[in-house]
């Protein structure tokens, strides 16, 4: 991993653990045997918030990121095996009407 990744894997450890950190500050703080500070709690929830949005935002380019990448996008393999099971479930549900029509003609035939 280069210098970049690292400093980058870095900081979103320290994000993380932030948000770990801050979420643990209001548990204290209601927790308080004096009850909760309004301007802690408040000021806490407001930067648990701001972080919990850099985060996702984060893992949103990184999915985006995984999604743009495609080395197999020319091969039609999926496609065909979806459309193959597709095919054999319809001749299936063929076969099951023809049996119940086959039933109902014997029934009638034989009423």
């Known amino acids: 991993m280069d210098s970049q990744g690292q400093t980058t894997s870095l900081q979103r450890l320290q994000n993380v653990e932030k948000v770990l950190e801050l979420a643990g500050g209001v548990m204290d703080e209601l927790a308080s045997p004096v009850g909760p500070r309004k301007d802690v709690v408040q000021n806490h929830c407001l930067e648990f918030m701001q972080l919990i949005k850099d985060i996702q935002?984060?893992?949103?380019?990184?999915?985006?990121?995984?999604?743009?990448?495609?080395?197999?996008?020319?091969?039609?393999?999926?496609?065909?095996?979806?459309?193959?099971?597709?095919?054999?479930?319809v001749e299936f549900i063929m076969s099951q009407l023809d049996a119940m029509k086959q039933t109902i003609d014997e029934y009638h035939a034989a009423v």
């Open 57 to 89: 935002v984060a893992l949103r380019d990184e999915i985006k990121s995984a999604c743009e990448y495609r080395p197999f996008e020319k091969c039609d393999y999926g496609s065909r095996i979806a459309n193959e099971i597709c095919h054999k479930k």
